[in-house]
């Protein structure tokens, strides 16, 4: 060949490759301008932004305006979204995270996907007299949407909640369970190779990858990572991550496992560094936009004109499909020994078909398993399941609260399969003045220690039964349950607690338990933990006497280390902590944060009592000055303040004369105060009497 012929077939092939470059930025410009209007058209009814991608999927897919022909190229880049999701998740957790919820991901995950499998074969295999996708059909349908549902907790801030952890266990083990789903597959389909080879070829890949996972953070990453950080290079530090990010995957994928599996250890071989969260802040920009681009490539799978014809067959499998899931993930929770309305909050969560469950379908076609119209009515419920999740999110927390009040025994109410729920396991010895924690988390447990160092009495309630057993072996006063029901907090004296403080993140829990807490105990103090100032208005109208917003006390203490840095006076930065402690709470309460109260002071003090008392005219105290009167060595009482004409007078002295009409704040012992007090009201002549 000439060289003229080797040029022109080169500019070919550029040109091509040019021309397909193009058609893939054409398509992506067409998929996020068309997305950018739906989001906006949905946010003005309130409808949740993955809806809106999903629908955007929808229409500009093959199936729906065509205005993209093939969904390919979005396709690669929603993978990259749900990796980067992952990843970020990892950053996130920690490896004593994944540790504490073991029981939660091997228990919880491995039932769910057992019994979903089974119940999905067993009703596919009488529907249709057996069929060799009954099988794979229950693989499907026992996966859930990892990128939705976290997504969506992410959002709500609810992933650190008990119901957010019990997801992401469940569905870590789903990622898992994947690859033997994958394995068995082809076997089914009449090819593949012998299982038993498979599989032990499979267990030394995987044990090869975390052993090189393990390697790689012990000894290799720190050191890359110093050097690279070395180098003050945002772009260097951010390519770095990347590549560990999608090497891991890449390694994953390429042993037989999911790439999202690997993006996860990625991740939480990351957050083990100092360096997470300057990663997790580089990386949620891209994050965000490729996983946006993978409810994009859902949407494109809806084929809208077999749902047309077939509306009726599609709408009773999908309600199927959820109401199957739900009750499945109900049960699992309730063996793990949750409550009710955990198990019905985690149920609706995890009701929708999995992304990979689209990979597993794809294998299936490939070996001819599904084929006909059970494709596209297999991909059309599954997009469906997936529109529906973040209404069942949504709906969640009612339909948990209103199952809690059916008529059931207490064991399913209150999680019946716990050990810790054995009557001497629940014991307390008698408890009065003491602190009542909701919640045994980092916050639960250092306000614990502190309790214990400073000898105050403390009772702790937890819904983790697996920490409540392992606390109670420690000898921590720990009890399981819903610190919602009333009948708990009488179990741990909450009406005769000086203080109930809940530490719990999740603010719709905070809230329920805040109302419980004011129903059975009005008269306790109650301090409650949230992490947005909006909260705080809310929680305070449903009876707390104290909510502490993290957001602003973070603020406040980023600020205090700022200024003691600058040598600032500490005496002038407690001044600004006081001045924007009042001007935050103020914003959202209309008065200041509760200072400390002389009844606080005085239930700690015996036979001692705050009384207040009206001058009238006539009376021992009108027109005679406080030191006058002499209160003090006559009769063992002081005078705290005065209100004259709606004004405060706080520690008057010696010079001030009292009037008809003035408010004296009197402190003394109660016996004094009783013999006083028939004095102060009687005329003086009567009173000298």
């Known amino acids: 060949m000439s060289y003229a012929d080797k040029a022109s077939t080169a500019l070919c092939v550029n040109t091509d490759i040019h021309r397909g470059n193009m058609h893939t ?8 301008t068309l997305a950018v209007g739906v989001i906006l058209a949905c946010h003005r009814i309130k409808i949740p932004p993955i809806v809106g991608f999903l629908i955007t999927g ?15 190229d979005v396709t690669f880049l929603a993978e990259l979204g749900v990796v980067l999701l992952l990843f970020s998740i990892g950053l996130e957790f920690s490896l004593s995270e994944l540790v504490r919820i073991r029981r939660i991901v091997l228990l919880g995950g491995g039932l769910q996907v057992l019994i979903t499998t089974a119940v999905v074969w067993a009703l596919v295999t009488f529907a249709f007299r057996g069929g060799s996708f009954s099988l794979p059909m229950g693989f499907m349908l026992a996966l859930s949407s990892t990128a939705i549902v976290l997504k969506t907790l992410q959002d709500r801030m609810e992933l650190e909640s008990a119901h957010g952890q019990m997801c992401l266990g469940i ?3 789903q990622d898992v369970a994947v690859v033997p789903m994958m394995l068995l597959i082809p076997l089914l389909g009449g090819s593949g190779e012998n299982l038993s080879r498979a599989v032990g070829i499979l267990a030394l890949k995987s044990a090869g990858i975390f052993l090189f996972v393990f390697l790689t953070q012990r000894y290799v990453l720190p050191r890359v990572l110093h050097i690279v950080a070395a180098t003050r290079s945002r772009e260097v530090f951010l390519l770095t991550a990347v590549v ?66 077939h509306w009726v067959t599609v709408m009773s499998l999908t309600f199927l499909a959820v109401a199957l899931k739900a009750v499945v993930c109900l049960l699992v929770v309730l063996v793990l020994g949750y409550p009710l309305r955990m198990a019905v909050h985690t149920g609706l969560i995890l009701a929708q078909v999995g992304e990979f469950s689209f990979v597993l379908c794809t294998v299936c076609i490939a070996h001819g398993i599904l084929v006909g119209d059970h494709v596209p009515l297999f991909l059309a419920v599954s997009t469906l399941t997936m529109m529906m999740t973040p209404f069942l999110i949504a709906a969640a927390p009612r339909a948990a609260e209103r199952a809690s009040r059916w008529p059931l025994p207490q064991k399913i109410l209150l999680g019946f399969s716990s050990p810790s729920l054995k009557k001497e396991d629940q014991t307390l010895p008698p408890l009065t003045n003491h602190l009542v924690i909701v919640g045994y988390g980092p916050v639960g447990r250092n306000l614990a220690r502190a309790a214990k160092s400073a000898g105050i009495p403390y009772a702790v309630v937890e819904m983790n039964p697996a920490t409540v057993k392992q606390e109670k072996k420690k000898g921590e006063p720990i009890v399981f349950g819903d610190a919602s029901e009333g009948t708990l907090l009488e179990h741990v004296s909450v009406k005769d607690a000086k203080v109930v403080c809940v530490s719990l993140a999740d603010p719709a829990t905070v809230r329920r338990i805040t109302a419980a807490v004011r129903a059975v105990a009005p008269a306790v103090y109650l301090i409650v933990r949230t992490r947005f100032l ?22 406040i203490e980023i600020f205090a280390r700022v200024l003691t840095k600058y040598l600032v006076p500490r005496e002038e930065i407690e001044q ?7 001007d935050g709470y103020q914003s959202v309460e209309g008065e200041p944060i509760p200072a400390i109260q002389w009844c606080d002071i005085l239930s700690d003090v015996p036979d001692m009592e705050v009384r207040s008392t009206r001058v009238t005219p006539g009376s021992l105290l009108a027109e005679k000055t406080i030191g006058e009167l002499n209160l003090r060595k006559n009769w063992g009482v002081t005078v705290l303040a005065v209100r004259r004409d709606g004004q405060w007078r706080p520690n008057p002295g010696p ?32 009173a000298k009497g």
Request: proline residues 4%.
């Open 25 to 32: 930025l054409a398509d992506l410009l067409i998929v996020l």
């Open 58 to 72: 929808c229409l500009a897919g093959p199936h729906g305006l065509g205005l993209v022909k093939t969904s390919e």
């Open 171 to 173: 569905l870590l083990f």
């Open 244 to 309: 560990f990010c999608f090497g891991v995957a890449w390694i994953t994928s390429s042993a037989g496992l999911s790439l999202s599996l690997g993006a996860f250890l990625a991740g939480l071989v990351l957050s083990e560094s100092e360096y997470s969260h300057q990663t997790l802040a580089q990386m949620l920009p891209f994050k965000d936009l490729f996983t946006s681009l993978f409810f994009v490539s859902v949407g494109m799978t809806l084929n809208l004109s077999f749902v047309a014809h």
């Open 534 to 555: 909006s909260e705080v208005r809310k929680l305070t109208a449903l009876g707390a006497n104290e909510v502490i917003p993290e957001e602003l006390e973070t603020s």
């Open 576 to 582: 600004l902590i006081a001045r924007v402690r009042l």
């Open 655 to 686: 010079d001030l004369r009292l009037k008809p009409g003035d408010v004296v704040i009197l402190l003394g012992r109660t016996n004094d105060l009783i013999k006083l007090y028939p004095r102060l009201t009687a005329p003086t002549s009567a």
